[in-house]
T-cell receptor, first 112, second 111 residues
Framework: ELKVEQNPLFLSMQEGKNYTIYCNYS?????LYWYRQDPGKSLESLFV?????AVKQEGRLMASLDTKARLSTLHITAAVHDLSATYFC????????????FGTGTRLQVTL | KAGVTQTPRYLIKTRGQQVTLSCSPI?????VSWYQQTPGQGLQFLFE???????NKGNFPGRFSGRQFSNSRSEMNVSTLELGDSALYLC??????????FGEGSRLTVL
């Protein structure tokens, strides 16, 4: 069975702190996506990681992919309140972005 | 550039009824996929269409169906609605190199 696990499920952190969200998956894949979702809203694409060792950064967020370990991380640097949202990783088993398997999501709450 | 457009945004139905949701992808995108999001099951893949053909299907009962038109617009239909079908239905349009862009979703409530 294809499984994608995220941890933690819920993360409360203070502004200015650093933290990492982990995404583990059960079967080999070279493509992994990170999305952000605000309450009641759709999914916003953050990163597309297309190969082993891929690292992408945008502002205070940095994502990496280790296909050998079947692990992706989303690192948050010096969190700000605007980053409060739910973050999902999704694995593309077919390699065509046709069918993604999503993780459970990590609800991030950044407090002042 | 217009994004992915889904209609209707909100709808309320009763058990046993059927519903049709529409999705217009980003201009030039030929692949449209559908996902269901519920608090209990999370985000689950329903199906994907490319050039009017269903290419992938998730593990949903036959009550869930879809189609795609020649202009790449897609519709999904759920027949004989059940309470558990209440969800946010998201449509995604695929660009290159395989990035998915999601619409705002259609929130279905079944009473």
């Amino acid at each position: 069975e294809l499984k994608v696990e995220q941890n933690p499920l819920f993360l409360s952190m203070q502004e200015g702190k650093n933290y990492t969200i982990y995404c583990n998956y059960s079967t080999t894949s070279d493509r992994l996506y990170w999305y952000r979702q605000d309450p009641g809203k759709s999914l916003e694409s953050l990163f597309v990681l297309l190969s082993n060792g891929a690292v992408k950064q945008e502002g205070r967020l940095m994502a990496s992919l280790d296909t050998k370990a079947r692990l992706s991380t989303l690192h948050i640097t010096a969190a700000v309140h605007d980053l409060s949202a739910t973050y999902f990783c999704a694995v593309d088993w077919a390699g065509t972005a046709s069918k993604l398997t999503f993780g459970t999501g990590t609800r991030l709450q950044v407090t002042l | 550039k217009a994004g992915v457009t889904q209609t209707p945004r909100y709808l309320i139905k009763t058990r046993g009824q059927q519903v049709t949701l529409s999705c217009s992808p980003i201009s030039g995108h030929r692949s449209v996929s559908w996902y269901q999001q519920t608090p209990g099951q999370g985000l689950q893949f329903l199906f994907e269409y490319f050039s009017e053909t269903q290419r992938n299907k998730g593990n949903f009962p036959g009550r869930f169906s879809g189609r795609q038109f020649s202009n790449s617009r897609s519709e999904m239909n759920v027949s004989t609605l059940e309470l558990g079908d209440s969800a946010l239905y998201l449509c995604a349009s695929r660009g290159v190199p395989g990035e998915l862009f999601f619409g705002e979703g259609s929130r279905l409530t079944v009473l």
